[in-house]
């Protein structure tokens, strides 16, 4: 009892510590799983930024390249050459990635005749030509741009030293390209040095480059996105460039765009500063050009300004808007699910089923090993009993084996007919002893495998016939009534005769035992459906002690025992029912049980109909229910 007592307390013990072990462990996981959320979003927001700005600069890269080449064809701002711009433009296309880039180049000079000069770099020739329809803001613009450079910018003023050691640069190195973005084209001012050094600088000409639009919807704007939002299965995000009036000029998906699914995740200027003022305003061109006379003081070039390095200053490319309402070239994008946000949130649920799946797991692993340890326990006690149930049954016959043959061997019985009761015991035990011995035998066989039953016509009244012979002793000796019902013109069933009469017997003197010791119902019947016979119900009943429903469940057990006749004079080894249910199952048949307590118990075996393709193959000349075999 003390012991019993102990482990109850130790159950009472850990299972709430382990419970709570789980409980800690899934806060735990919730809250990390919480903070890896945030860092996951950080993460790829800052790596969001980094891509776009990845994108911008290498578009201005490639855009720049041409305009570095370009620049530098003008070293005499009062004689372009068409010669020189067609070397240059020719050099770039031979190191260029996208050499068709470049759609057309153009010089204007302002002239009453105001003609384009369009560059044939084959011909190293420049032709005049009118300008085009699309040109046509940008020519205004133009015609109403200032002609000389305003000396309080103080761009092209530099110290004696670096006068003298030749550092003194064309301050129109420091003008930025301006991007026609409706075009698209960059410009650029050529500034003219003025004999009087006294005098500010002006504009000689301007020049034009066209860009293909073709080329940076086809090729350019791809590969960037591919290399800048491309994951481990595809683009993770889906990628769109947007034109003047947020017109859509390239998108990797047809459906995107900052107006038709929400909000872009981010996005920034191709051109210009990278990200819109607060203000919602948008500079116009004075703003870009504070040399220019009339364009403010501007800002000055302060870090960028590499004067004194020796080193041309990188191209600075800015846009050329006509309007506050035309706006940047932007490129947006947005998550492939939906949004950063619902990407992290899809991560997070993933974590929490991941990392709650794992504690579930654990939950459950922590309830079979409790539940195996206690099934092992019950299953090692039931062991015991079976050990003290089997020696009991055992000992009954040996001792009175023992005791009638003592007394034949020492001459106490010389009656013949003292000597033939004295026989007639010895018969009787030694055939319960074998019984005993035969069913532990076969329980051992059938928990190695099932049995493989050859299945023939058996006549189940026959079978009953068996089972009340071979138990016949023990009903006489308890007086008890036995009520037999077959119903007439029963079909046969299909069985193994042997091993279906070993199962009556088993349920019979289990009837016998716990039952009230007065009356057993062993009936037959088929069961109908439709007017067909679909089985053969083989039933028997007592009215004895029943069967709780709480013990029901575990009779079918190997060595289980009910507790109230475990304790009791009645004795038994709690193999008879598990092994009857083996057997009719191994039979393709159903052992079912009715019992209620205080009043009796149902034991029913359910039997299929021998088919007539199998009475067919029945040997010829066989009786029904004299099949030859017990078990295989």
Known sequence: MQSLNKERLFWWVTVPALVAVLATLAVLQFRWSEQVSVATREQMQSNLQTSLMGFRQDLGREVG?????????????????????????????????????????????????????????????????????????????????????????????????????????????????????????????????????????????????????????????????????????????????????????????????????????????????????????????????????????????????????GMERPVRLEPFPYSVEDGYWQVAVKHQRGSVEAAVSGLHRRNLMISFGVLVLLALTMALVVIASHRTRRLASLQMDFVAGVSHELRTPLAVISSAAENIAHGVVSDQQQLARYGASILKQARQLNQLVEQVLVFAATQQKHGNYQLSAVNVANVIETALENTS??????????????????????????????????????????????????????????????????????????????????????FYRSPSVAGSSVHGTGLGLPLARTVIEAMRGRLTVKSEPGKGSSFTIHLAVMSGARLAETAPGSIPGETAGYYS
């Open 65 to 309: 390249a041409v305009a570095v080449e370009l620049r530098s064809a003008a070293p005499d701002p009062a004689n372009l050459r068409a010669s020189d711009f067609s070397r240059q433009f020719r050099h770039w296309q031979a190191t260029a990635v996208h050499p068709g880039l470049v759609e057309q180049v153009f010089v204007w000079e302002r002239s009453p005749q105001d003609e384009l000069m369009r560059l044939d770099s084959g011909r190293d020739q420049f032709e005049p030509r009118a300008w085009p329809a699309s040109f046509e803001k940008l020519h205004q613009h133009l015609l109403a741009a200032p002609l000389v450079v305003n000396r309080g910018s103080g761009l092209h003023q530099h110290s004696a030293g670096q006068r003298q050691h030749g550092a003194h640069r064309n301050p129109g190195n420091f003008v930025p390209w301006m991007v026609a973005q409706d075009i698209p084209a960059i410009v650029y001012p050529v500034l003219q040095r003025n004999a009087d050094a006294s005098q500010p600088p002006s504009v000689s000409s301007w020049i034009i480059v066209q860009l293909n639009p073709v080329v940076l919807q086809k090729e350019v704007f791809p590969e960037l996105a591919q290399k800048y939002f491309r994951g481990t299965s595809g683009l993770d995000y889906r990628v769109a460039v947007l034109g003047p009036r947020e017109s859509l000029l390239y998108a990797t998906d047809n459906g995107f765009n900052a107006q038709g699914s929400g909000p872009p995740d981010a996005q920034v200027n191709l051109f210009g500063p990278p990200f819109r003022r607060a203000d919602g305003a948008q500079p116009g061109l004075m703003a870009y050009f504070p040399q220019l006379k009339g364009g403010g003081a501007g800002r000055p070039p302060a870090a960028d300004d590499k004067r004194g390095s």
């Open 473 to 558: 002793a023990l009903a006489g000796t308890a007086s008890i009534t036995i009520e037999r019902k077959v119903e007439p013109g029963l079909p046969p069933a299909a069985a193994d005769f042997g091993a279906l009469a070993q199962c009556l017997q088993n349920l019979i003197t289990n009837a016998i035992k716990y039952g009230d010791g007065q009356w057993i119902g062993i009936h037959a019947a088929a069961h109908k459906v439709d007017g067909k016979v679909r089985e053969i119900e083989l039933s028997v009943e007592d009215r004895g002690i029943g069967i709780s429903p709480q013990e029901i469940k575990h009779i079918f057990e190997p």
